[in-house]
């Protein structure tokens, strides 16, 4: 992973920011919502963490799991328990296709991410490689 790891406190090192979400094309345009507490950009959000919450997502489903007292979303466990805690409030009933569907969209609206994790869940599953 090019250098990358995970600190003895379990966060991301170096921080996981994704791309300005500027509008260009194939990007959504979300201005700025945390005034860059979490991506460090006070002009527009970027995806932050391992996760890759936007930081108005993440104030409204971050989760301290790690116990510090602080949802930080570099923070693997905070990452995965705050994510999980979205696609539970999102999706109700994730056992049924309806409900999967629905709180994959509202972690990511793209039907390429929706057919890639289906796919990618299916093959785990299965204990089939992911390809």
């Not at 979490?38 to 002009?43: A, R, V």
């Not at 790690?66 to 109700?92: E, F, M, N, R, V």
Request: aromatic share 10%; glycine share 12%; net charge negative.
């Amino acid at each position: 992973f090019g250098g990358s790891s995970l600190d003895e406190n379990g966060v991301a090192n170096p921080p996981i920011i994704g791309i300005a979400l500027d509008g260009s094309p194939g990007v959504a345009r979300i201005q700025d919502t945390d005034d860059g507490k979490y991506d460090g950009d006070t002009e527009y959000d970027r995806a932050v963490g391992p996760m890759q919450f936007i930081p108005e997502s993440w104030e409204r489903y971050g989760r301290d799991a790690s116990g510090d007292g602080y949802a930080d979303p570099h923070q693997i466990d905070d990452a995965a328990l705050s994510a999980a805690h979205l696609l539970c409030k999102t999706g109700g009933n994730l056992t049924a296709a309806e409900g999967w569907t629905t709180a994959l969209y509202a972690y990511n609206r793209s039907t390429e991410y929706l057919i890639n994790v289906r796919d990618a869940a299916a093959s785990y599953a299965l204990r089939q490689p992911v390809i």
